[in-house]
């Protein structure tokens, strides 16, 4: 397939998924309440209240409201928001502007930083100056964002007179020197004014939020650098550059660098993306004027045009720059394979997207009546597809059982009757290792010399052995929690943290080792205490617990889903794989911090529980896509087609060849998926989203001192955001060691 012909069909298929976004974007409107309340006043009358549901079509049927709401985003008619007292579309505009320059800045700190980073590191492999290198990296994806930028704050508080908090000197701006700001990029107007004050100030306001904004993707460019690196070094056209006297510095830029840069520089465009739909948190802390700070202000006052706007607005860049990427990926490396032609599915898809598009955009009522036709149309055919298979193949059958049995597996897992299964399961295992002894003891031995080898590895590692003593350590923590840190005999729930209303709002600083009654000591608060007169110490013992039940919870569903769908999906190929991949792609559309806010302010539910369903929803797709990259490799290879030619069943194949040479993936990235659903509960409790204010949770506990930092007390924010750090740290330093002894290539 020519290149232009591949560059046509990606951009065709990106029209479907967008359609599926606005579907769920809608799904989520219609559950957020009264859609007219940003139009409603206390001085709104009846007959006014009926006339504005009329103009904007509330009274009407749900699918009639979609395709308003669908022919406004078409014609940029998004609402109005108002926690800013505007249209939705002049807010994104100038906020969109604030947001772009920090991520711009942000990027190329980011990029310059990391590529000669990552190269360093890959010819320095396993020295001092890789290891560092590596744990640097490490740190970046493990620390918190918002906990580096109060960190920041903290520091260029007390000890500069750095600029922290907002985009400009008002004064400056407004007061003394006014100057127009027509593209509202300030350091473009400033230029363009010939001022160089201005220039100086704005840069000085951008320069710590986009330092913050930088690091995280700094480390995934460093790893992914190392990485691509050290692959490229060990081909053999590096040998024979070697070989023909070429110097160390000439192999390494004029043949190695390049080709590694390939597939970094694909991921430079979706980096791009993360940065300006990540800068949620950086934007609250430093109250930067952009997009993010906008979203959580419309989030807190349920500003349901305004969440729906951003939302959609963050999808629709994750769309574009993983189109740009797939582009240039396709442009860049002339192996990638640009497929074949587009299936009747895909070619019927686009079709009925555009169409129904065009109509909208024409007639509400011809598009309702279109919309209508084709869900029918699909029903009724999707349904005679799955009696005909399974008429012709009763064997298939198993395909809706495994369905079936999974919905089971996630009800069971998030209605808490999952651990009986698995009480139940231990016991039946135990009995059966009773019953089998001796067999299971014969077939220990390759096993534990194949322990005895990854132990090995283990220990020749010290950030894998740092990793597993960070791990184990925090596991300790929560296992022994009420011995670590006992409640009071008058708290109900010791997950809630209890008020010392004798300390409210006088910080009792830490006391360390020494707080006991007869030393003397107002308080005995180890860690200090916060505004509320919460015990951080107390916090972090127990927030361990928290952390552990919903990053374990989120995991194992998300894994199990991954693990069904992306087999079977990657397995079978052709139209499942076609379905399986856009409902999938329609999810990754939307950032998931994004999405996760979205819908705990659509339900309106604050709780642990539903952020914890939030963190599933959005963390499965991604999960599938690896899974699915791996059954489409695995099928292919020799001993599936021996499988088949044997006359093994589909189920037979998939379960037990497919997914077991799967597994690697799938402990590597739950091991390391670990660290990150931390990272995000810890991020949305921050936020204030996720139980009360008294929930053991470190992110909860890292807002409280978030207001105290001008006031020197430090440890409100430090001690909790240390305790999230060294826990993704650890789980990330495992997973890296996990990798490794996987890896075949590894092996001695």
């Given at each position: 397939m020519k290149l232009w012909i591949y560059v046509l069909r990606r951009l065709a298929l990106t029209i479907p998924v967008l359609l599926g976004v606005t579907v769920i974007t809608f799904y989520l409107s219609y559950g957020m309440g009264d859609p007219l309340a940003p139009y409603v006043t206390e001085r709104t009358t009846d007959e006014q209240y009926e006339m504005l549901a009329e103009k904007h079509g509330v009274n009407e049927p749900i699918y009639v409201q979609y395709v308003t709401y669908l022919r406004g985003i078409i014609t940029f008619d998004w609402g109005y928001s108002k926690v800013v007292n505007e249209e939705?579309?002049?807010?994104?505009?100038?906020?969109?502007?604030?947001?772009?320059?920090?991520?711009?800045?942000?990027?190329?700190?980011?990029?310059a930083t990391a590529l000669p980073l990552g190269i360093f590191s890959s010819i320095r492999q396993n020295r001092w100056e890789d290891h560092s290198i590596r744990l640097f990296a490490l740190f970046g994806s493990a620390i918190p964002i918002f906990w580096f930028a109060l960190f920041l704050q903290y520091f260029f508080t007390l000890y500069t007179d750095w600029q922290i908090n907002g985009r400009l000197d008002p004064y400056l701006w407004d007061i003394e020197d006014p100057i127009d700001t027509p593209t509202n990029f300030l350091l473009i107007d400033a230029i363009a004014a010939g001022s160089w004050p201005h220039f100086i100030d704005a840069l000085k306001h951008m320069v710590l939020p986009a330092t913050v904004l930088a690091y995280g993707s700094m480390a995934t460019i460093i790893r992914l650098m190392r990485g691509n690196m050290l692959d490229v070094l060990g081909q053999d056209y590096i040998r024979t550059a070697k070989s023909k006297g070429l110097t160390e510095n000439q192999v390494t830029y004029k043949h190695g660098a390049p080709n590694a840069m390939i597939p970094t520089v694909t991921l430079l465009g979706m980096g791009f993306a993360g940065l300006i739909n990540g800068s949620v948190l950086t934007e609250t802390i430093f109250t930067w004027p952009g997009l993010g700070s906008w979203a959580?202000?419309?989030?807190?006052?349920?500003?349901?045009?305004?969440?729906?706007?951003?939302?959609?607005?963050?999808?629709?860049?994750?769309?574009?720059?993983?189109?740009?990427?797939?582009?240039?990926?396709?442009?860049?490396?002339?192996?990638?394979?640009?497929?074949?032609?587009?299936?009747?599915?895909?070619?019927?898809?686009?079709?009925?997207?555009?169409?129904?598009?065009?109509?909208?955009?024409?007639?509400?009522?011809?598009?309702?009546?279109?919309g209508l036709f084709i869900i029918v149309s699909l029903t009724l055919l999707a349904g005679y597809s799955i009696v005909k298979r399974l008429t012709e193949n009763p064997e298939d059958l198993w395909v809706v059982f495994l369905l079936s049995g999974t919905l089971f597996v996630v009800w069971s897992i998030l209605s808490g009757f999952f651990m009986t299964i698995l009480y139940v399961s231990l016991l039946f295992y135990l009995v059966y290792l009773g019953y089998y002894w001796d067999g299971v003891m014969e077939g220990l031995g390759p096993k534990y010399d194949e322990f005895k080898r990854a132990a090995y590895q283990v220990k020749r590692n010290p950030l894998t052995m740092l990793g597993l003593f960070l791990v184990l350590s925090l596991l300790s923590i929560a296992l022994f929690a009420p011995w670590l840190a006992p409640p009071s005999e008058s708290q109900r729930d010791p997950m809630r943290m209890e008020e010392h209303f004798e300390y409210n709002f006088n910080h009792q600083?830490?006391?360390?080792?020494?707080?006991?009654?007869?030393?003397?000591?107002?308080?005995?608060?180890?860690?200090?205490?916060?505004?509320r007169g919460y015990d951080i110490y107390y916090g972090i013992v127990w927030g361990s617990r928290t952390s552990l039940d919903v990053a374990v919870k989120v995991v194992f569903t998300g894994t199990f889903i991954a693990a069904v769908i992306g087999a079977v999906s990657g397995y079978y190929g052709g139209r499942v794989d076609d379905i399986v991949m856009r409902i999938t792609d329609v999810f990754i559309a939307i950032p998931g911090l994004v999405l996760a806010l979205a819908i705990i302010a659509v339900t309106g539910d604050n709780s642990i529980e539903m952020l914890m369903y939030a963190l599933i929803i959005v963390w499965w797709p991604g999960f599938t896509r690896v899974i699915r990259a791996e059954a489409l490799r695995i099928r292919k290879l020799p001993y599936i087609e021996a499988a088949k030619a044997a006359g093994a069943s589909d189920f037979r194949i998939i379960f037990q060849h497919v997914l077991p040479n799967c597994i690697t993936s799938i402990i590597v990235i739950a091991t390391m998926d670990m660290g990150g659903i931390v990272l995000s509960l810890a991020a949305l409790g921050f936020l204030g989203f996720g139980g009360g204010p008294d929930l053991a949770e470190w992110g909860k506990l890292v807002s409280f001192g978030q207001d105290d930092i001008l006031t020197g007390e430090w440890w409100g924010f430090f001690f909790p955001g240390l305790a999230i750090a060294l826990w993704a740290l650890g789980f990330y330093l495992l997973g890296d060691g996990v990798r490794d002894i996987l890896d075949p290539k590894q092996r001695n």
């Open positions: 939705v579309s002049e807010a994104l505009r100038y906020r969109f502007a604030a947001t772009l320059e920090l991520s711009i800045l942000a990027f190329i700190v980011a990029v959580i202000t419309a989030m807190r006052s349920l500003d349901v045009s305004a969440i729906l706007a951003y939302t959609l607005f963050s999808a629709f860049l994750y769309i574009i720059a993983n189109l740009i990427v797939d582009i240039l990926y396709a442009f860049l490396d002339p192996r990638v394979e640009l497929g074949g032609h587009s299936s009747i599915a895909e070619i019927l898809v686009v079709s009925f997207s555009i169409l129904m598009l065009i109509i909208t955009f024409l007639n509400i009522t011809a598009a309702v009546w279109f600083p830490p006391c360390y080792l020494s707080c006991t009654a007869e030393s003397g000591e107002e308080n005995g608060y180890i860690l200090g205490s916060t505004d």
